[in-house]
């Protein structure tokens, strides 16, 4: 069993539509919460993240962790074409520094139709 | 600031070649990771450097792959022999301890096509 589960999609929605992307984990130990996205053929740039458990808003984006359940949500409103990406969850557990390693999801294409 | 500089952007070469993929980190940056993504896995952590020194290459498949890190300002990943099953896109990215420590700024990566 992989410690993230990401459901690669693709997801499709039309523009406008509420999008929620969701990772599961089975580390107990992961204290930080990450998005990041990557645009085709870029590669990936931090969105978004949260530490522990809790709700963080910015702008459109709303990150979501369930530590009990051990499952994070991103939820994207008024989605716009220019948010079709592929969307990858990554966390980690706290040992100090920049040297954290981060575990990603193997990311959910999301393509918002216009 | 130019960001992550990786070079080259594509390479294709026959099974058995050397590759030797190229990084330039963030001016400042004194982490330095390198990364393989591909449909299947994901996202791999391959090793990572901090203020020049090896510190986990345990994510490196096998003796095949060696990276270095001689200065602040450069990094190489070498793939001697290469196999087509090492076709995937290479990220470098790297982070300063200053920063977040969730902050990860990557390159655009080397897409490798082994023949």
């Known amino acids: 069993q992989k410690e993230v589960e990401q459901d690669p999609g693709p997801l499709s929605v039309p523009e406008g539509a509420i999008v929620s992307l969701n990772c599961t984990y089975s580390?107990?130990?992961?204290?930080?919460f990450m998005w990041y996205r990557q645009y085709s053929r870029k590669g990936p740039e931090l969105l978004m993240y949260?530490?522990?458990?809790g709700n963080k808003e910015d702008g459109r984006f709303t990150a979501q962790v369930d530590k009990s359940s051990k499952y994070i949500s991103l939820f994207i409103r008024d989605s716009q074409p220019s948010d079709s990406a592929t969307y990858l969850c990554?966390?980690?557990?706290?040992?100090?520094?920049?040297?954290?390693?981060?575990?990603f999801g193997t990311g959910t294409l999301l393509a918002v139709q216009p | 600031d130019a960001g992550v500089i990786q070079s080259p952007r594509h390479e294709v070469t026959e099974m058995g070649q050397e590759v030797t993929l190229r990084c330039k980190p963030i001016?400042?940056?004194?982490?330095l990771f390198w990364y393989r993504q591909t449909m299947m896995r994901g996202l791999e952590l391959l090793i990572y450097?901090?203020?020049?020194?090896?510190?986990?290459d345990s994510g490196m498949p096998e003796d095949r792959f060696s990276a270095k890190m001689p200065n602040a300002s450069f990094s190489t990943l070498k793939i001697q022999p290469s196999e087509p099953r090492d076709s995937a896109v290479y990220f470098c990215?790297?982070?300063?301890?200053?920063?977040?420590?969730?902050?990860?700024?990557f390159g655009p990566g080397t897409r490798l096509t082994v023949t």
């Open positions: 990215a790297s982070s300063s301890s200053g920063t977040s420590v969730l902050s990860r700024y």
């Open positions: 580390n107990s130990a992961f204290q930080y």
């Open positions: 949260t530490y522990s458990s």
């Open positions: 990554a966390m980690s557990a706290p040992y100090g520094g920049a040297t954290n390693k981060l575990i």
């Open positions: 001016s400042g940056h004194n982490s």
């Open positions: 450097f901090n203020n020049n020194v090896p510190i986990d």
